[in-house]
């Protein structure tokens, strides 16, 4: 098994995703649990670099934009790759986009040096992910993933981003996909 990527993330709490329709086959949709926010992803560190990174987090909080952030989600998009080959469909974010925008900003470099990992130059892109296709998912799989991403309307789902957690994979990969190890109140 290849090592376990470890990310910051905010949780998100996903009780929409219940009525939503099943995703096509070579998809899988997230465990309610599992859906979060991705503040910074910190790949496969290890757990001591993660938990620094963590830590950094910790510190240097006081000094991002404080407080619970209210948001909604909007249209359901392919990300990671291109249209044709992407490797999640996620929520973007209508509002709130840009509050998340800025703690990400005011946060992420200080985590990835306390990582040992290279910044990220690219600005911020807030989304949910709700699921991925399957590694042997082929073209006619994603496209019908993003059919079935076009019937979702997500627009008006409100949530309240209140903490912030440290997320590796779970041990019990059938059922859920990740795991909290540590967690912070905004």
């Given at each position: 098994m290849p090592r376990p990527n470890w990310f910051l993330a905010f949780p998100v709490e996903a009780g929409f995703l219940a009525g939503s329709p099943p995703p096509p086959p070579g998809f899988r949709l997230f465990p309610a649990e599992d859906v979060h926010l991705t503040l910074v992803f910190l790949g496969g560190c290890g757990e001591e670099v993660a938990q620094r990174a963590f830590q950094a987090f910790e510190e240097r909080l006081p000094q991002a934009p404080r407080g619970s952030i209210p948001v909604s989600l909007g249209e359901v998009a392919p990300m990671g790759g291109s249209r044709k080959d992407y490797t999640a469909l996620s929520a973007l974010l209508e509002r709130g986009r840009e509050q998340v925008t800025a703690f990400t900003l005011a946060l992420r470099d200080a985590i990835t040096d306390a990582a040992g990992l290279r910044r990220q130059a690219r600005?911020?892109?807030?989304?949910?992910?709700?699921?991925?296709?399957?590694?042997?998912?082929?073209?006619?799989?994603?496209a019908a993933g993003l059919e079935w991403a076009a019937g979702l309307d997500l627009r008006g789902i409100e949530r309240t981003l209140e903490r912030v957690a440290l997320y590796t994979w779970s041990e019990t990969r059938r059922e859920r996909l990740f795991r909290i190890v540590a967690e912070l109140g905004l």
């Open positions: 600005p911020p892109k807030p989304h949910v992910t709700l699921g991925r296709p399957k590694r042997r998912a082929d073209v006619a799989h994603r």
